[in-house]
């Protein structure tokens, strides 16, 4: 049992510095602003076998443990000191990136539809950008797009599924190696430096190009625009499920 019971206490450690890891290449590497999620707690609803639960006050949450809540959302950060503090003193909170601004937004949609969708854009030859999975759900990370922009290319569609969803200014996005109530948060297409041919480890460090005065400035993972992934996106959500009023992340 001791045994048993240390395995799981390194398990954990290991987790928590990955997460610490992670947060820290978003924000000091790539400039992504961070903040810690609110996290999961033991479910003791009634008729449910104690699973995994948001931690937040609301006994109904769409999103277990897949949102910010103390600190808010305004708090997200690039602050590498604030970052180390979050993470050192939780360090199973889940990776929340503040989408949007000068951060990457993105749009997600069904994990089924998800499959089907980097399969059609693969066949068209689109370069991608990070995906990040979930059991649930699948997000495709893209160049930041303005509100009035984003309104105008969905204006121009005859119809979009009310199973994809958009991450813009003043949302967020859980990024991996998260762990929600909806399960395990990974990587399925991994960042990739702006020059790299082929995609890199997630938890490799990303190359560091100079400014002309010598100082050193973040490659940030490559990004494609949201114009060039909506189609298939459209098409790949049509008549998928998980489509409802909740988000289920």
Request: aromatic residues 6%.
């Amino acid at each position: 049992m001791r045994e048993i019971l240390g395995r799981r206490r390194r398990l954990r450690r290991k987790e928590g510095t990955a997460r610490l890891d992670a947060a820290l290449t978003c924000a000091t590497v790539w400039q992504w602003p961070v903040v810690p999620g609110v996290g999961t707690a033991q479910a003791n609803l009634p008729g449910e076998s104690g699973g995994l639960g948001c931690a937040c006050p609301e006994p109904d949450c769409a999103v277990p443990g897949a949102h910010p809540l103390e600190p808010g959302l305004l708090a997200a950060t690039t602050d590498e000191r604030m970052v180390r503090w979050w993470w050192s003193n939780r360090p199973a909170a889940p990776v929340m990136l503040a989408t949007g601004g000068r951060a990457p937004c993105a749009v997600s949609l069904p994990a089924v539809a998800g499959a089907r969708a980097l399969s059609a854009l693969d066949v068209l030859g689109m370069r991608l950008g990070p995906v990040v999975a979930t059991p649930t759900r699948w997000s495709l990370l893209v160049a930041p797009y303005t509100l009035e922009r984003l309104g105008e290319l969905l204006y121009a569609k005859d119809w979009v599924p009310s199973s994809l969803r958009f991450h813009g200014e003043g949302g967020y996005l859980v990024l991996p190696p998260s762990r929600t109530g909806a399960g395990q948060v990974r990587w399925e297409r991994p960042p990739a430096s702006p020059r790299a041919s082929s995609t890199a480890s997630p938890a490799a460090p990303v190359s560091r190009g100079r400014t002309k005065g010598g100082a050193p400035v973040a490659a940030a993972p490559w990004l494609p625009d949201v114009e060039g992934v909506l189609d298939a996106l459209v098409e790949a959500s049509t008549g998928a499920p998980g489509g409802g009023s909740r988000l289920a992340y």
